[in-house]
């Protein structure tokens, strides 16, 4: 319980500031994993009928096969109904020194100060958002999938903004790129030919 109330302190913090603005998951995230949901369950089902049906002289190699496959199962279930309820929080908080974005496989929001921040470009390939950040002294990357993210472009343009106002310089010639001036980013180099 101590744990869940940190993480609605702390998420109450960052949708509480003046200047914040929440971007939504979309909704064929909820319902993708709610699907999911209901089809393993479907099969697990599907399963028990079938050991249940071919019981017999090596009931037991199939009941403990059977268990492992339940236990695995549950798993699953666990992990999709964590997905499914993490999808109802915001993908991506903006305020203005800072972004948070929640990973759907952990429990809270991942912020990341604007101050930080190196340099911002597309993933080339993708629909990510390649962010490099320094910390403790070294420059680490970090991707935020926009597929998954409602009002992405909107995000974008606010994005820019403040990262403009945090020092970071439009990249020329590069859509959705920033980098500080006195950075030079290896990542966003034209790459070996292919």
């Not at 009931?59 to 499914?84: D, P, Q």
């Not at 958002?129 to 070294?138: D, P």
Request: net charge positive; charged share 25%.
């Amino acid at each position: 319980m101590i744990a869940a109330d940190a993480i609605l302190r702390y998420d109450e913090r960052l949708t509480h500031s003046p200047m914040t603005e929440a971007f939504p998951f979309r909704p064929w995230v909820r319902s993708t994993s709610r699907r999911a949901l209901l089809w393993g369950i479907a099969v697990v089902v599907a399963i028990g009928g079938i050991v249940w049906w071919l019981e017999g002289g090596e009931r037991e190699r199939w009941a403990r096969a059977f268990g492992v496959l339940l236990a695995y199962s549950l798993l699953f279930w666990v992990t999709l109904i964590k997905i499914w309820w993490t999808a109802t929080r915001p993908a991506v908080l903006l305020d203005d020194d800072a972004f948070a974005f929640q990973p759907l496989h952990t429990f809270r929001p991942r912020r990341i100060p604007f101050a930080t921040v190196l340099a911002c470009n597309p993933r080339p390939g993708t629909e990510a958002l390649r962010f490099v950040i320094e910390k403790r002294g070294t420059a680490r990357e970090l991707f935020l999938n926009l597929a998954v993210v409602k009002g992405q472009h909107r995000f974008l343009e606010l994005l820019g903004e403040r990262l403009e106002a945090a020092g970071l310089q439009k990249v020329p010639g590069k859509e959705n790129s920033w980098r500080r001036p006195e950075w030079e980013d290896p990542g966003m180099a034209a790459g070996p030919p292919v």
